[in-house]
Structures are given as C-alpha cells and as structure tokens.
C-alpha cells in the first residue's frame, strides 16, 4: 500500500551529471527520512545519500553523505510532494550500479505502523 517509484537513471560518461528522483505515495502517514542506496555488481548495498523529512523530530532537511560521494552528490526533497532527488555531478565509473530509494515511514495497512521500504531500483551506469 506504500510504493516508491524512482527515475533518471542511464548511461552518463564520467564528469558528467545525471538526477535520480523517487516518489513515495500510497496510505502515508508520515515520513522521517528518505535516501539513496547504491548496489555494485557483487557489493552489498550501501547507504549514499540521506536526508530527514518533515515527519523527523530533527526536522526535514538534514543530510547525510557517503564519504565517497561528498561534494560531488546533493540530495534534496519536496515534502508537498513526498520525493527526493539525487543530483549527480562529476561522476565516476565507481559510481555505477543500482541506486535504490528507501524511505522510513509510518503508513500502509495501518496508519501508525513504522517501518522501511524500497523502490524498484534504478540502473546507473558510467562509462567512457
């Protein structure tokens, strides 16, 4: 009853930029947070990206980086709309993978039940 829906991925030459987006909709109660993970072939997933929403007692707008992606990757959000983005700058070829939305929400079935979930995934591939 909650789906998360991501979109912008492909094919990106490294130095190049490419924008993800991922809409959380369904039965919503409230969000607390919302981020990207990044799968390589062979790799366990790893967190990315992440940012607080409006539904965390710190407040919507507080970010969280993977070391690797610091000044290169800016994750923002829409609250009104329940969507993150991840903006890809100066990529490079470690970047590639499977980039899955997650979001820690309360909603589904019943309305106070608290829990994470996943998008589809969306293929990243950097290549020259």
């Known amino acids: 009853q909650v789906r998360l829906v991501e979109s912008g991925g492909g094919l990106v030459q490294p130095g190049g930029s490419l924008r993800l987006s991922c809409t959380a909709s369904g039965n919503i109660f409230s969000i607390y947070t919302m981020g990207w993970y990044r799968q390589a072939p062979g790799k366990e997933r790893e967190l990315t990206a992440m940012?607080?929403?409006?539904?965390?007692?710190?407040?919507?707008?507080?970010?969280n980086y993977a070391d690797s992606v610091k000044g290169r990757f800016s994750i923002s959000s829409d609250n009104a709309k329940n969507t993150v983005y991840l903006q890809m700058n100066n990529v490079k070829r470690e970047d590639t993978g499977v980039y899955y939305c997650?979001?820690?929400?309360?909603?589904?079935?019943?309305?106070?039940?608290?829990?994470?979930?996943w998008g589809q995934g969306t293929q990243v591939t950097v290549f020259s």
């Open positions: 940012i607080t929403m409006n539904g965390s007692i710190r407040g919507g707008g507080n970010t």
């Open positions: 997650n979001a820690d929400l309360s909603g589904g079935s019943k309305w106070y039940m608290r829990g994470e979930h």
